[in-house]
């Protein structure tokens, strides 16, 4: 199964327990394969630079190391019009879009609104893992 996570959920996944590390562990365990694009990798980052100054002690980097390694990394062009109140949360429904990926996991409400632009289903993480992982 293939999925685009957004940035929230995978760096969450990284330093907390809980559904967001089920996904990631399932991926780390190729039970379902990660896409993303370049501007995606760019907010994982990022993000995850900023939790770590928060919460220090963990490390992002093997991570990173692994979805370079691992994960499907594909040119996403931005979607012809704006789709989610929030526009930088579009990469992701583009990332969805271009990869032929059917799911994008997020909490963030602006994604989840959309769910089912164009045939991408936006889940929670607790819904993914209750509904695919379990």
Sequence with gaps: MRLVVDANV??????????RY?????WRRRKVE???SPEILDEYRHTGEQLSREFG????APWL??????????????LEHQVCSDPDDDKFLACALAGRVRLVTSGDKAL???SGYSGVIVMKPRSFVDRHLR
């Design 65 to 78: 190391r692994l979805l370079n390694a691992r994960a499907a990394v594909i040119e996403a062009p931005p």
């Design 22 to 26: 089920e996904i990631l562990d399932a």
């Design 34 to 36: 990660l896409v993303a």
């Design 57 to 60: 002690g963990v490390d992002l």
């Design 112 to 114: 989840l609104r959309v």
């Design 10 to 19: 995978f760096v969450s996944g990284v330093f907390f327990r809980g559904p």
